[in-house]
T-cell receptor, first 113, second 113 residues
Framework: GESVGLHLPTLSVQEGDNSIINCAYSNSASDYFIWYKQESGKGPQFIIDIRSNMDKRQGQRVTVLLNKTVKHLSLQIAATQPGDSAVYFCAENENTNAGKSTFGDGTTLTVKP | NAGVMQNPRHLVRRRGQEARLRCSPMKGHSHVYWYRQLPEEGLKFMVYLQKENIIDESGMPKERFSAEFPKEGPSILRIQQVVRGDSAAYFC???????????FGPGTRLLVL
Protein backbone atom coordinates (compact mmCIF):
# COMPACT_ATOMS: atom_id res chain seq x y z
CA GLY A 1 0.00 0.00 0.00
CA GLU A 2 1.00 3.61 -0.29
CA SER A 3 2.18 5.42 2.78
CA VAL A 4 3.78 8.49 4.20
CA GLY A 5 6.86 7.92 6.29
CA LEU A 6 9.61 9.77 8.07
CA HIS A 7 13.29 9.02 7.70
CA LEU A 8 14.30 9.40 11.35
CA PRO A 9 12.25 8.74 14.45
CA THR A 10 14.19 11.16 16.69
CA LEU A 11 16.15 14.35 16.26
CA SER A 12 18.12 16.19 18.92
CA VAL A 13 19.39 19.73 18.31
CA GLN A 14 20.97 22.50 20.30
CA GLU A 15 18.89 25.55 21.10
CA GLY A 16 19.45 28.17 18.45
CA ASP A 17 20.43 25.72 15.74
CA ASN A 18 18.31 25.02 12.69
CA SER A 19 16.31 21.77 12.52
CA ILE A 20 15.43 19.76 9.46
CA ILE A 21 12.79 17.05 9.62
CA ASN A 22 12.30 14.85 6.58
CA CYS A 23 9.39 12.92 5.17
CA ALA A 24 9.05 10.52 2.25
CA TYR A 25 5.78 9.81 0.54
CA SER A 26 4.94 7.25 -2.10
CA ASN A 27 1.54 8.31 -3.46
CA SER A 28 2.26 10.28 -6.60
CA ALA A 29 -1.39 11.34 -6.74
CA SER A 30 -1.12 13.35 -3.51
CA ASP A 31 -1.30 17.06 -4.10
CA TYR A 32 -1.58 18.57 -0.63
CA PHE A 33 0.87 18.15 2.23
CA ILE A 34 0.75 19.35 5.81
CA TRP A 35 3.12 19.46 8.76
CA TYR A 36 1.72 19.12 12.27
CA LYS A 37 3.30 19.53 15.68
CA GLN A 38 2.02 17.44 18.55
CA GLU A 39 2.97 18.09 22.14
CA SER A 40 2.47 15.48 24.80
CA GLY A 41 -1.18 15.03 25.70
CA LYS A 42 -2.44 17.40 23.03
CA GLY A 43 -3.90 17.23 19.59
CA PRO A 44 -1.88 17.89 16.42
CA GLN A 45 -1.33 21.55 15.75
CA PHE A 46 -1.15 22.82 12.16
CA ILE A 47 2.24 24.32 11.30
CA ILE A 48 2.38 24.83 7.57
CA ASP A 49 1.07 23.30 4.38
CA ILE A 50 2.05 23.17 0.73
CA ARG A 51 0.28 22.18 -2.46
CA SER A 52 1.93 20.24 -5.23
CA ASN A 53 2.11 23.22 -7.58
CA MET A 54 4.73 24.75 -5.26
CA ASP A 55 8.16 23.58 -4.17
CA LYS A 56 8.73 25.92 -1.24
CA ARG A 57 6.64 27.77 1.26
CA GLN A 58 7.75 29.89 4.19
CA GLY A 59 6.09 30.75 7.44
CA GLN A 60 7.30 32.27 10.65
CA ARG A 61 10.60 30.47 11.41
CA VAL A 62 9.45 27.46 9.36
CA THR A 63 9.94 26.49 5.76
CA VAL A 64 8.50 23.52 3.93
CA LEU A 65 10.21 22.13 0.86
CA LEU A 66 8.57 19.74 -1.57
CA ASN A 67 10.50 17.68 -4.09
CA LYS A 68 7.99 15.86 -6.23
CA THR A 69 10.67 14.16 -8.31
CA VAL A 70 11.85 12.08 -5.38
CA LYS A 71 8.61 12.35 -3.40
CA HIS A 72 10.27 14.07 -0.47
CA LEU A 73 9.02 16.68 1.96
CA SER A 74 11.00 18.53 4.60
CA LEU A 75 10.31 20.94 7.43
CA GLN A 76 12.99 23.41 8.37
CA ILE A 77 12.78 25.21 11.70
CA ALA A 78 15.09 28.19 12.11
CA ALA A 79 16.66 29.08 15.46
CA THR A 80 15.08 26.13 17.23
CA GLN A 81 13.73 26.89 20.69
CA PRO A 82 12.92 24.63 23.67
CA GLY A 83 9.23 25.20 22.94
CA ASP A 84 9.71 23.49 19.59
CA SER A 85 10.28 20.16 21.34
CA ALA A 86 7.45 17.90 20.21
CA VAL A 87 6.57 15.14 17.76
CA TYR A 88 6.28 16.35 14.17
CA PHE A 89 4.07 14.60 11.63
CA CYS A 90 3.83 15.04 7.93
CA ALA A 91 0.50 14.22 6.30
CA GLU A 92 -0.71 13.98 2.75
CA ASN A 93 -4.12 14.37 1.22
CA GLU A 94 -5.02 12.09 -1.64
CA ASN A 95 -6.77 14.07 -4.32
CA THR A 96 -8.88 11.05 -5.23
CA ASN A 97 -10.01 10.68 -1.63
CA ALA A 98 -10.43 14.29 -0.76
CA GLY A 99 -10.52 14.92 2.96
CA LYS A 100 -8.65 11.83 4.08
CA SER A 101 -5.18 12.61 5.44
CA THR A 102 -2.51 9.93 5.67
CA PHE A 103 -0.03 10.53 8.47
CA GLY A 104 3.53 9.39 8.91
CA ASP A 105 4.70 7.91 12.19
CA GLY A 106 6.32 11.09 13.46
CA THR A 107 9.73 12.46 14.38
CA THR A 108 10.44 13.41 17.96
CA LEU A 109 12.35 16.67 18.13
CA THR A 110 14.28 17.37 21.34
CA VAL A 111 15.87 20.78 21.82
CA LYS A 112 18.79 20.89 24.23
CA PRO A 113 19.37 24.16 26.11
CA ASN B 1 -12.93 31.98 18.85
CA ALA B 2 -13.33 28.43 20.11
CA GLY B 3 -11.45 25.71 18.33
CA VAL B 4 -12.49 22.11 17.88
CA MET B 5 -13.93 20.77 21.09
CA GLN B 6 -13.99 17.19 22.19
CA ASN B 7 -15.49 15.56 25.24
CA PRO B 8 -14.88 13.78 27.36
CA ARG B 9 -11.14 14.28 27.47
CA HIS B 10 -10.66 11.00 29.27
CA LEU B 11 -13.00 8.01 29.24
CA VAL B 12 -12.65 4.74 31.11
CA ARG B 13 -14.79 1.79 30.12
CA ARG B 14 -14.90 -1.88 31.03
CA ARG B 15 -14.85 -4.49 28.32
CA GLY B 16 -18.26 -4.89 26.74
CA GLN B 17 -19.47 -1.38 27.55
CA GLU B 18 -20.21 1.35 25.03
CA ALA B 19 -18.10 4.45 24.46
CA ARG B 20 -19.48 7.68 23.02
CA LEU B 21 -17.06 10.37 21.94
CA ARG B 22 -18.26 13.82 20.99
CA CYS B 23 -16.78 16.43 18.70
CA SER B 24 -17.93 19.99 18.07
CA PRO B 25 -16.21 21.47 15.00
CA MET B 26 -14.91 24.99 14.73
CA LYS B 27 -17.52 27.62 14.00
CA GLY B 28 -18.32 27.66 10.33
CA HIS B 29 -16.84 24.22 9.64
CA SER B 30 -19.11 21.55 8.23
CA HIS B 31 -16.51 18.85 7.58
CA VAL B 32 -15.49 16.53 10.40
CA TYR B 33 -12.84 13.82 10.49
CA TRP B 34 -12.07 11.19 13.12
CA TYR B 35 -8.61 9.71 13.63
CA ARG B 36 -7.24 7.16 16.06
CA GLN B 37 -3.76 7.26 17.54
CA LEU B 38 -2.13 4.37 19.33
CA PRO B 39 0.81 5.10 21.68
CA GLU B 40 4.02 6.03 19.85
CA GLU B 41 2.27 5.94 16.49
CA GLY B 42 0.86 8.37 13.96
CA LEU B 43 -2.78 9.14 13.45
CA LYS B 44 -4.87 6.72 11.42
CA PHE B 45 -7.86 8.00 9.48
CA MET B 46 -11.19 6.52 10.47
CA VAL B 47 -14.07 8.46 8.94
CA TYR B 48 -14.93 11.71 7.17
CA LEU B 49 -18.37 13.25 7.56
CA GLN B 50 -20.28 16.27 6.42
CA LYS B 51 -23.55 17.32 7.95
CA GLU B 52 -25.83 14.26 7.99
CA ASN B 53 -23.61 12.39 5.51
CA ILE B 54 -20.75 9.92 5.76
CA ILE B 55 -18.36 10.74 2.94
CA ASP B 56 -15.57 8.24 3.56
CA GLU B 57 -15.55 5.51 6.20
CA SER B 58 -12.73 3.47 4.72
CA GLY B 59 -10.77 3.56 7.99
CA MET B 60 -13.58 2.43 10.24
CA PRO B 61 -13.57 -1.11 11.58
CA LYS B 62 -16.45 -3.06 10.07
CA GLU B 63 -18.01 -3.96 13.38
CA ARG B 64 -18.80 -2.13 16.60
CA PHE B 65 -17.79 1.33 15.32
CA SER B 66 -20.16 3.95 13.95
CA ALA B 67 -20.14 7.70 13.44
CA GLU B 68 -22.68 10.38 12.80
CA PHE B 69 -22.81 14.12 12.31
CA PRO B 70 -26.41 15.22 12.70
CA LYS B 71 -27.89 18.43 11.39
CA GLU B 72 -27.89 19.81 14.91
CA GLY B 73 -25.35 18.98 17.57
CA PRO B 74 -21.89 17.47 17.69
CA SER B 75 -20.44 14.60 15.74
CA ILE B 76 -20.51 11.32 17.66
CA LEU B 77 -18.11 8.40 17.38
CA ARG B 78 -19.68 5.36 18.98
CA ILE B 79 -17.87 2.19 19.93
CA GLN B 80 -20.03 -0.69 21.06
CA GLN B 81 -18.84 -3.60 23.21
CA VAL B 82 -15.39 -2.11 23.68
CA VAL B 83 -12.33 -4.34 23.89
CA ARG B 84 -8.89 -3.57 25.30
CA GLY B 85 -7.52 -3.03 21.81
CA ASP B 86 -9.81 -0.01 21.46
CA SER B 87 -7.71 1.84 24.04
CA ALA B 88 -6.25 4.80 22.19
CA ALA B 89 -6.49 8.54 21.71
CA TYR B 90 -9.29 9.53 19.37
CA PHE B 91 -8.93 12.87 17.64
CA CYS B 92 -11.48 14.86 15.77
CA UNK B 93 -10.61 17.49 13.19
CA UNK B 94 -12.72 19.92 11.24
CA UNK B 95 -12.32 21.97 8.10
CA UNK B 96 -14.26 24.47 6.05
CA UNK B 97 -14.08 22.35 2.95
CA UNK B 98 -12.47 19.45 1.18
CA UNK B 99 -8.70 19.80 0.87
CA UNK B 100 -8.74 22.67 3.33
CA UNK B 101 -6.69 22.77 6.51
CA UNK B 102 -7.89 20.37 9.17
CA UNK B 103 -7.80 21.72 12.71
CA PHE B 104 -7.63 19.18 15.48
CA GLY B 105 -9.29 18.97 18.85
CA PRO B 106 -7.49 17.94 22.06
CA GLY B 107 -8.61 14.33 21.74
CA THR B 108 -10.41 11.80 23.89
CA ARG B 109 -8.23 9.24 25.59
CA LEU B 110 -10.13 6.00 25.91
CA LEU B 111 -8.96 3.36 28.34
CA VAL B 112 -10.65 -0.02 28.32
CA LEU B 113 -10.14 -2.06 31.45
Amino acid sequence: GESVGLHLPTLSVQEGDNSIINCAYSNSASDYFIWYKQESGKGPQFIIDIRSNMDKRQGQRVTVLLNKTVKHLSLQIAATQPGDSAVYFCAENENTNAGKSTFGDGTTLTVKP
Amino acid sequence: NAGVMQNPRHLVRRRGQEARLRCSPMKGHSHVYWYRQLPEEGLKFMVYLQKENIIDESGMPKERFSAEFPKEGPSILRIQQVVRGDSAAYFCASSSGTQETQYFGPGTRLLVL
